[in-house]
């Protein structure tokens, strides 16, 4: 099991930053692929960024160039810095653990809400 609890979200306006974090308790965070993901009203759930045990990184494209996605082993931690933000990126974002060699083994935080202003 792993428990996952998010932190940094609020308000900001159009082009400013903010920083997410996310910190896991349980067993074997190290080996977890964690991801963030987001909700925006009326719309599905998708990925935002996600991180490999080993420091791989993937984006969606409408953050690529924006976000940075890390983590810290030591600290059960996985942090996205985001820039330059943008109306659009106004949404729930949640934070994700999946297991690397059985992904339908995934545990979610509760969200924490990014709202960004024009």
């Known amino acids: 099991q792993v428990q996952l609890v998010e932190s940094g979200g609020g308000l900001v306006q159009a082009g400013g930053s903010l920083r997410l974090s996310c910190a896991a308790s349980?067993?074997?965070?190290?080996?977890?692929?964690m991801g963030w993901y987001r909700q925006a009203p009326g719309k599905q759930r998708e990925l935002v960024a996600r991180?490999?045990?080993?420091?791989?990184?993937n984006y969606a494209d409408s953050v690529k160039g924006r976000f940075t996605i890390s983590r810290e082993n030591a600290k059960d931690t996985v942090n996205l810095q985001m820039n330059s933000l943008k109306p659009e990126d106004t949404a729930v974002y949640y934070c994700?653990?999946?297991?690397?060699?059985?992904?339908?083994?995934?545990?979610w935080g509760q969200g924490t809400q990014v709202t960004v202003s024009s």
């Open positions: 994700n653990a999946a297991h690397p060699l059985a992904p339908q083994i995934e545990f």
């Open positions: 349980g067993s074997r965070f190290s080996i977890y692929v």
């Open positions: 991180i490999s045990s080993t420091g791989s990184t």
